[in-house]
């Protein structure tokens, strides 16, 4: 057995899915400002991704970084055709549902909301978790991403012919699992070098 | 978008210019494209001073077993077994990855009301001897990579503490951690493609949309 331990060693300030604004501090430390180089400015993509803790420890590999920032917007912005933005962040909220994710939960939560209206079916995500019965395209669309976030993949033929019967084009079904895809990416980057923490009452 | 180049994904999944894969990648072309920079970027990267070609390379091989994806398994292992030290190394890595096989997520949360769904299950270890071959450093990397893999809602301060401990800086943790979970990522787009294409084309008349009620077609319209 390694050192590895199960808890933190601190007491954990968020303890449940939510879609209220949450911060988010990493555990190691993030470039400054001043160490910014043109090959980190060119890793953040966007210069106010320099106020993120969450980016600027991410710049510290930055070719990395711009690769998966621009593969993030193209996924998850692109308005041409595929899914609709809301079911897009519908699944990146079930993958961050089912791995355990509460930060993404909550920013893809909250996007999911905003983009579709439906914030009571959303928070039924965050509270019963991905069994809640959403109706059927979003139940679909949910057992997909589960599926997908498995690990071995459990995804298979009924995921996609569920997929179809709820209407589902194969270019949305790629942006579906594209979508969950990309967070189990953040998931274990954002569980894995920081944690969430409530934003302090003002 | 004429010079139909490939990349890492269509070579595994053998994906030809003008298939239905391919059509349905394109759509999405910036991604595309981006994926397989960030592939290059891990895998031929500008700068190994943080975390060497091989060490990259071992804990890709290791991922991609415990994965238990095949393609992508075989693609990195072979991969390994190229590099200098790498077929020594790569049958280590698999008989740990045999040990270290299992189902996730799995793991534990914060305590409070979300308790009830924690999930117990291993908690890897690379073995004694194993570690003895590979070294403190890549064998602490390998132990956090099957945490990142199967629980990463497990992930600590702590963990990160060992890594330092064992030689790693900042800048290579991050680079170890964007690894595995473009691994993570990379895997569910290769399983989403094949399972798609095995599926065969969809219909274009997918008179299955009629059957939905009222108000998921108000769902479907947004």
């Known amino acids: ?202 | 978008m004429t010079a139909h180049s490939t990349d890492l994904i269509d070579q595994v999944l053998s994906i030809t210019p003008g298939s239905h894969l391919d059509k349905l990648r394109r759509h999405r072309e910036v991604a595309r494209e981006n994926i397989q920079k960030a592939y290059l970027a891990l895998f031929a990267p500008v700068d190994t001073t943080s975390v060497s070609l091989v060490e990259r390379f071992a804990i890709a091989s290791f991922v991609s077993a415990l994965q238990a994806q095949p393609v992508l398994a075989d693609h990195y292992a072979s991969s390994l077994a190229r590099l200098d030290g790498g077929p020594g190394i790569s049958a280590v890595i698999n008989a740990e990855a045999e040990r270290g096989a299992t189902a996730g997520p799995y793991g534990v949360y914060p305590a409070g009301p979300l308790s009830a769904e924690n999930k117990i299950g291993l908690h890897f270890a690379v073995s004694s001897d194993a570690r003895k071959f590979l070294g403190e450093r890549l064998a602490t990397a390998l132990d956090h990579a099957h945490l990142l893999v199967f629980r990463p809602r497990d992930s600590s301060r702590a963990a990160l503490e060992g890594l330092i401990k064992a030689g790693w800086s900042t800048e290579g943790i991050v680079t170890l951690s964007q690894l595995v979970a473009y691994l993570a990522f990379q895997l569910r787009l290769v399983e989403g493609l094949i399972v798609l294409a095995s599926a065969g084309i969809q219909p274009v008349n997918n008179n299955a949309v009629t059957s939905i009620n009222p108000v998921l077609s108000a769902s479907s319209n947004l």
Not at chain 1, 99 to 127: M, P, T, Y
Not at chain 1, 139 to 167: K, W
Not at chain 1, 172 to 181: F, G, K, N
């Open chain 1, 1 to 202: 057995m390694s050192a590895i331990s199960a808890f933190p060693t601190e007491a954990p300030i968020v303890n449940a899915f939510t879609q209220e604004e949450l911060s988010w501090t990493p555990w190691l430390e993030p470039l400054a400002e001043s160490e910014l180089t043109d090959r980190h400015r060119a890793g953040l993509v966007d210069a106010s991704r320099a106020k993120s803790p969450y980016f600027m420890l991410l710049a510290h590999d930055p070719e990395v970084l711009e690769a998966r920032t621009r593969a993030d917007k193209d996924i998850f912005y692109n308005p041409v055709g595929g899914l609709p933005r809301a079911e897009r962040e519908l699944s990146a909220t079930a993958t961050s549902r089912h791995n355990g994710c509460i930060f993404c939960a909550s920013v893809h939560s909250r996007f999911a909301s905003s983009h579709s209206k439906r914030h009571e079916d959303v928070q039924r995500l965050l509270d019963e978790g991905t069994g809640a019965d959403l109706g059927e395209r979003w139940n679909a669309v949910t057992a997909a991403a589960v599926a997908l976030s498995d690990t071995p993949v459990s995804f298979d033929e009924a995921e996609i012919a569920r997929l179809r019967a709820a209407g589902l084009s194969d270019f949305e079904i790629v942006d579906v699992v594209s979508t969950s895809a990309f967070f189990n990416w953040a998931n274990r980057l954002m569980l894995s070098l920081g944690e969430p923490v409530a934003p302090k009452a003002s």
